[in-house]
């Protein structure tokens, strides 16, 4: 069982970066998270969407990264994905994906599998 998690860098103020998050499993039964931490703080969730086998799909973000961010997910390729515009500095962390058998869950304690992180920079 494995997530693997990609498309972090650099980008300037006002960029975007698209995030991969790929399972080895189907993650369609699963609820994604997206959750990130910066030096020094400590692990946030941004995004959620719920399975879309026995669940709804419905997503959720955290104020923050409202009207910015975009969690969705490809069946056919095993993958979720976190499209991140209009990146501002505080956006900046190490980014992770992980997959949850409980619904509508923002608590990191509650999901089963993570990624590795990748790295977000935004910065001019």
């Known amino acids: 069982v494995q997530l693997q998690a990609s498309g972090g860098g650099l980008v300037q103020p006002g960029g975007s970066l698209r995030l991969s998050c790929t399972a080895s499993?189907?993650?369609?039964?699963?609820?994604i998270g997206w959750f990130r931490q910066a030096p020094g703080k400590e692990r946030e969730w941004v995004s959620i969407?719920?399975?879309?086998?026995?669940?709804?799909?419905?997503?959720r973000y955290t104020d923050s990264v409202k009207g910015r961010f975009i969690i969705s997910r490809d069946s056919t390729m095993n993958t979720a994905y976190l499209q991140m515009n209009s990146l501002k500095a505080e956006d900046a962390a190490v980014y992770y994906c992980?997959?949850?058998?409980?619904?509508?869950?923002?608590?990191?304690?509650?999901?089963?599998?993570w990624g590795r992180g990748t790295l977000v920079t935004v910065s001019s």
């Open positions: 499993f189907n993650l369609d039964y699963y609820t």
């Open positions: 969407m719920n399975g879309i086998i026995g669940n709804d799909g419905a997503t």
């Open positions: 992980a997959a949850s058998g409980h619904p509508n869950t923002v608590y990191a304690n509650e999901y089963e599998y």
